[in-house]
């Protein structure tokens, strides 16, 4: 444009000078679009994550191999990751994104006739939620910054960023009877006993039927059995108080879920069976694998409050009585933002199934038994 009106003032004047500056000017532009489409640029040989799931705070990178796949060498080019942050509510199915964020400004140095280059960018992991990475862009200048030229490389890759595990300990288990003694007491092996009786399923062990039933009922029936070797220990977020309806409260959100992950993980590794539940009608059951653990995080690195205006309290208390309809004798942790109210209710009830000595609300600074 401003060789153009150049052109047009010396034309116009007659002066010689800017007609020469025009034509100078013009040849730039030329000059540098003709460089960034006739220069080679890079290709996306390989993207990956060293690991597709970590924690929060801990490192993980980026990886990205690059080849030049012509004859000349490849001039200094701009690199360009992107990401974006986001976390899955609960119950309105929307996200909460965070981005995109310009993640990274890396030059690549000039690379040979067909060989390759790698780098590797740090993902940074400071909050928790799923990842999209990409894609990622290359971008070319001409030597006068004139003309630019973008390349568009890849597909998105996606991580999960769990939360922080909280150094705290379930509480054990307080045993009122024999039978709760007995299942603080690991069995391997051998800890199972028989429960009752029921229809044969797909998968079930044929040594466990039972034959003289069976030929009674003119049906396979095989011996249910209840393991005791390990205790029960559910993990209860609160997610639907009305103290968590603000953004100032964001912090107190975030202790409390890691909070809950600590906790989890501390009931896994000492082999307890673990169930994870929210206020929001989340229930993962039980589970004491290392899959189920990880199930948890997943949840964990998406969920999000969902307060509601009233009755919070008693919603909490419906969770608790469903949770205790298939309680196996363990001990129940609430992690919640308002631990008073919530001992006042839960203890004027009596139709609970958690004995009254495991039932124990936590909050983000400290542990009162209920």
């Not at 890079?42 to 980026?62: E, F, M």
Request: hydrophobic share 40%; aromatic share 6%.
């Amino acid at each position: 444009m401003a060789a153009a009106l150049l052109a047009a003032s010396g034309y116009l004047f007659g002066i010689v000078v800017l007609v020469v500056v025009a034509i100078a000017g013009l040849g730039v532009v030329v000059s540098g679009i003709a460089y960034v489409w006739l220069c080679p640029s890079l290709t996306l040989i390989h993207k990956s994550l060293r690991a597709r799931r970590v924690h929060v705070g801990d490192q993980n990178q980026i990886h990205i191999l690059l080849r030049n796949p012509r004859r000349l060498r490849s001039p200094v080019l701009a690199l360009t990751e992107t990401i974006q942050i986001t976390q899955q509510r609960t119950k309105q199915n929307t996200a909460t994104t965070w981005g995109p964020t310009e993640f990274a400004n890396l030059m690549v140095p000039p690379v040979k006739p067909h060989q390759e280059i790698a780098v590797s960018l740090n993902l940074p992991t400071q909050q928790r939620g799923k990842a999209l990475i990409g894609p990622l862009h290359l971008t070319l200048h001409d030597p006068l910054s004139v003309a630019v030229r973008k390349f568009q490389l890849g597909q998105q890759l996606e991580a999960l960023i769990y939360p922080t595990l909280a150094p705290v300990q379930p509480p054990k288990n307080k045993p009122t009877n024999m039978l709760d003694a007995g299942k603080r007491n690991p069995i391997p092996q051998h800890a199972d006993e028989l429960h009752g009786l029921r229809p044969f399923q797909t998968g079930d062990d044929p040594r466990r039927i039972h034959w003289r039933s069976s030929a009674h009922q003119d049906a396979l029936i095989v011996r249910q059995m209840e393991d005791y070797s390990h205790t029960y220990t559910t993990v209860l977020l609160d997610t639907t108080s009305g103290a968590l309806g603000n953004p100032a409260t964001y912090e107190l959100f975030e202790a409390m879920v890691s909070m809950a992950a600590g906790l989890c993980c501390a009931a896994q590794q000492r082999g307890d069976y673990c169930r994870f539940a929210t206020s929001a009608n989340f229930n993962t059951g039980y589970g004491s694998d290392t899959a189920h653990l990880y199930r948890i995080y997943e949840h964990l690195a998406l969920v999000q409050p969902t307060p509601t205006t009233s009755h919070q309290t008693s919603d909490l208390h419906k969770t608790v009585e469903r949770l205790g309809m298939e309680n196996k004798g363990g001990v129940l942790v609430i992690v919640a933002a308002k631990t008073d109210d919530i001992q006042q209710e839960l203890s004027k009830t009596s139709s609970l199934k958690f004995r009254s000595n495991s039932l124990v609300v936590l909050d983000p600074v400290g542990v009162k038994d209920g």
